[in-house]
């Protein structure tokens, strides 16, 4: 069948071309809808990974009771590291919390003479997921000999908010534009099948099996798919990297870190290969089908 | 071999177009099956090539019932009989080379093989040096010639011609007549479909009439029109 498989893919590649303009058309709405999918999802992608950081970088603050013992104090690691959601514990003395606040802002030995007395023993938590932090946060209040908790709730909150929506964009628009591309490329392609359906006639005529129609079709959308997927991928490249570049030089965006596309180009490329493909042979599937009953 | 046992067809919309039909065609005969504009020949056609299947009676070709066979045999059935039709049914946009190349891709041809086996049947059917043109490049008794070659080019043990002159004037009629008898004369069967009484009455051919759906007539020699 290695002859038939040359003769598939040059008809294919010449369905192709025979309509021109309705492969063009084809893949211009699917490059559109591959990147609105694509940005979509690199959105929700990068605003994941700045919750994650946030995740590694903003932890709660537990100042413990002055009333407590140093033992007392340090003793109350071992109930908050046991509460659900903590990830990590760490117990930061009334000394290393002054260390740390003199080595931040003494530039001219002016808090040299500091006191550790006014710092109090405190522990940095580290939380395992940022969705439950109020919870978390209400939790440890509750825990005796905790006077304060300081966490800084409406910036995860603002990065949840922004993640959860972008997801929910992505999917729903991933869905929809699915749906679109899948029925573009099958009516471009049973636009060339009802031009060729005299064609289909005198092939089934002279006994060509379903499978041996069906396979020019198929590869005519599993090209267009490629070529959609393709084209795409590259805009995307450009798009990302203006807009990582435009964020970077940005005065008040440029505390979000945007992943560099070099280090997720091959999930891309793979996502954009995948769904160019599916949506080009799904189409030409759907499109043939009821060309077949001749 | 061609059998029809007591063959009813009767369409979905009520048409009874064939009733108890029976007859047998042997391998390498020439036959023609005539009768008036509506008499249950296109039908005939239709149950050889699997189109429609009998209401009622069996339709063999080759030992193999055509009316109990699988959608999914039924394309290798076709292959063992070539069919030309009256419109010749040629693909515009390819050149003969490849309306008929595209028959043998259909059976799996390799390259070698259908680059030797064209020109020898475009030869047959006496269109070489024609590979290159396009149908409407072509007269009409081309055209029927190179649907002629397409129909033979997967050598087939049958051929059924579907009013293969209708389009043509008598001349060219005799022509592809001519030609059809030629290829009998190498072993095909042919079975040709006409209302030409003209035509048949110059072949001294064995003549298969069909009448309003039943048998009319079975015999050789002319076509005679009762009534």
């Known amino acids: ?294 | 071999m061609i059998q029809l046992k007591d063959v009813c067809k009767t369409y979905d919309n009520g048409t009874c177009a064939l009733q108890g039909v029976s007859f047998t065609i042997e391998d390498g005969e020439f036959v023609f099956l005539v009768g008036p504009s509506g008499s249950g020949k296109s039908t005939i056609i239709k149950l050889l090539t699997g189109e429609v299947i009998p209401t009622k009676g069996v339709v063999m070709i080759n030992g193999i019932s055509m009316t109990h066979i699988s959608e999914r045999k039924l394309p290798y059935m076709r292959r063992a009989t070539g069919v030309i039709f009256q419109d010749f049914r040629l693909i515009p946009g390819r050149t003969v080379y490849d309306n008929l190349a595209l028959a043998m891709h259909v059976v799996g041809s390799s390259r070698r093989e259908i680059q030797n086996r064209i020109p020898y049947v475009l030869d047959l059917v006496g269109l070489s040096g024609k590979e290159r043109r396009y149908p409407d490049e072509l007269s009409g008794g081309e055209q029927q010639r190179v649907a002629i070659a397409r129909a033979l080019v997967n050598n087939p043990g049958t051929i059924v011609a579907d009013e293969p002159t209708g389009n043509l004037d008598p001349i060219r009629s005799l022509e592809i007549m001519t030609l059809l008898e030629r290829i009998n004369a190498l072993g095909t069967t042919v079975v040709v479909v006409t209302h030409e009484r003209g035509l048949v009455n110059q072949f001294d051919k064995r003549v298969i009439m069909i009448e309003s759906g039943v048998l009319a007539g079975d015999g050789m020699g002319t076509y005679e029109v009762k009534g």
Not at chain 1, 19 to 32: L, N, Q, R
Not at chain 1, 61 to 82: I, M, N, P, R, Y
Not at chain 1, 190 to 210: H, W
Not at chain 1, 243 to 264: C, K, N, P, W, Y
Request: charged share 20%; proline share 1%.
């Open chain 1, 1 to 294: 069948m290695k002859h038939n498989f040359t003769y598939f893919i040059r008809e294919g590649i010449r369905n192709m071309f025979s309509h021109g303009f309705m492969s063009f058309a084809a893949v211009g709405i699917t490059v559109a809808c591959l990147l609105i999918m694509g940005t979509f999802s690199l959105v929700a992608y990068n605003a994941n990974e700045n919750l994650k950081d946030l995740q590694r970088e903003n932890a709660i603050l537990a100042f413990v009771d002055e009333s407590l013992t140093d033992a007392e104090a340090k003793a109350l690691g071992a109930k908050l590291s046991s509460l659900s959601n903590v990830a990590e514990c760490t117990f930061v003395s009334r000394q290393e919390a002054r260390d740390n606040y003199v080595s931040q802002y003494d530039e001219d030995d002016l808090y040299a003479d500091l006191d550790a007395g006014i710092f109090r023993h405190r522990y940095v938590i580290h939380l395992t997921d940022m969705e439950r932090m109020g919870a978390t946060v209400a939790a440890i209040r509750q825990v005796e000999g905790v006077a304060k908790v300081r966490a800084d709730e409406d910036i995860s909150n603002g990065f949840m908010t922004v993640r959860n929506i972008a997801g929910v964009i992505s999917v729903a628009l991933i869905a929809v534009l699915l749906v679109v591309s899948v029925f573009i490329i099958s009516n471009t392609i049973k636009l060339t099948t009802f031009d060729r359906k005299d064609e289909i006639a005198i092939m089934k005529m002279v006994g060509a099996t379903d499978a041996f129609i069906r396979w020019p079709f198929v590869f005519e959308g599993l090209l267009l798919g490629l070529i959609s997927a393709l084209v795409s991928f590259g805009l995307q490249w450009l798009l990302y990297r203006a807009i990582a570049q435009g964020i970077s030089m940005s005065d008040t965006l440029q505390i979000l870190r945007v992943v560099s596309f070099e280090q997720i180009y091959r999930p891309v490329a793979a996502a954009f290969m995948a769904v160019g493909v599916g949506v080009g042979v799904g189409g030409s599937l759907m499109a043939i089908r009821r060309f077949l009953r001749v």
